[in-house]
């Protein structure tokens, strides 16, 4: 698999690795053995990338990609923390950092976490100065080797990225979120900060196996948040109108590569990028493991491929989302 250097990590990753949101909550049950046969065909396919989260099945998703960690070098992990108190800014201190990252390296078994981004915090969090002067101390004392953010809005991406020691950026990238493209992905290329393509697929829509009588099961995300009642809206179908998201999958349908499903199509629209260095979908089975790591043999879009995205945006996608975030 093509290796991409993780911004100010240092560390190299394979461009293609795992979200490990569904093995923890919030996609329907999955159980155990699984999550870790799916994590397990990740690895043995080249994947060296894991991203997973304090909050996901509260601490489930963290403590099974320990179990495989313990198995697998050459393994990068990123962890988040921050969603599992009240989202205010006070929340995000040094005390609370130290706490939390407690949790996860006891999880992970690990002494030092590879990388830890804030989860989305509250938008004040990122212009202040003492936030970060607690993940540098968390550097320092050696419980984590970088940290990144994860953020909802360009905005939030922009600010972060002025940040000096701000590692790597996570953001909503695929081809019903285009807004990235303007100025965050050139930014972190000049500033070195790597960029996480996260919700890939839009939460499935681009995998082109739903249609207008798909259901979710009632734990599913994609059922009880298509509203924001849960957390941000963007995080489900990338706040994309369930219908309108069919619609623009079935103007892409035509122009996939002999051979190709649209979700490895969607996939190598964002490997494409100038600036990505990973994208992280998740997986329920080891067979759409392998169909996420085949994007990263593809050959590049061509010029007419990426127009096709570009003109689907522009008329459905854009009108209803691009300036939200």
């Known amino acids: 698999m093509e290796m991409r250097r993780l911004g100010r990590t240092g560390r190299d990753v394979g461009v293609v690795g795992l979200g490990a949101w569904q093995l923890g909550a919030d996609w329907g049950a999955v159980d155990e053995s699984d999550a870790l046969a799916v994590l397990q065909a990740a690895i043995d396919g080249g994947v060296t990338f894991i991203d997973t989260a304090d909050v996901y099945g ?17 393994l990068t992990v990123a962890t988040k923390m921050g969603r599992r108190v009240e989202q205010v800014p006070e929340n995000y201190s040094l005390a609370n950092f130290r706490a939390w990252n407690d949790r996860s390296r006891q999880n992970l078994g690990v002494d030092t976490i590879d990388l830890v981004q804030l989860h989305c915090p509250p938008t004040p969090v990122y212009s202040n100065d003492e936030v ?4 540098d101390t968390l550097v320092d004392e050696g419980r984590i080797a970088a940290y990144g953010v994860s953020v909802e809005t360009c905005a939030e991406a922009l600010t972060a990225i002025a940040r000096p020691n701000v590692a790597s950026v996570q953001i909503i990238l695929n081809a019903l979120r285009l807004k990235p493209l303007d100025q965050v992905l050139p930014a972190a290329q000049a500033a070195g900060v790597g960029i996480i393509a996260r919700v890939p697929l839009a939460s499935g829509l681009l995998s082109g196996r739903y249609d207008e009588h798909t259901t979710f099961a009632d734990d599913d995300h994609r059922t009880y948040n298509r509203h924001g009642e849960a957390f941000d809206v963007g995080e489900t179908f990338s ?8 619609e623009a999958v079935r103007r892409l349908m035509p122009w996939l590569p002999a051979g190709t499903a649209m979700a490895q199509f969607a996939l190598r ?13 998740g997986a329920r089975n080891p067979q759409q493991v392998a169909g996420n790591i085949s994007a990263a043999t ?10 096709a995205v570009q003109q689907t945006y522009d008329t459905l996608i854009r009108p209803q989302i691009h300036d939200r975030w």
């Open 269 to 281: 629209w964002i490997l494409d990028q100038p600036g990505v260095t990973v994208v992280i979908p």
């Open 58 to 74: 509260d601490g489930r998703s963290e403590r099974l990609v320990g179990q495989v960690l313990k198995s697998s070098e050459g």
């Open 132 to 135: 970060f002067d607690a993940l």
């Open 239 to 246: 706040g994309v109108d369930f219908g309108t998201g069919l």
């Open 298 to 307: 593809l050959p590049p879009l061509t010029p007419d491929q990426l127009t």
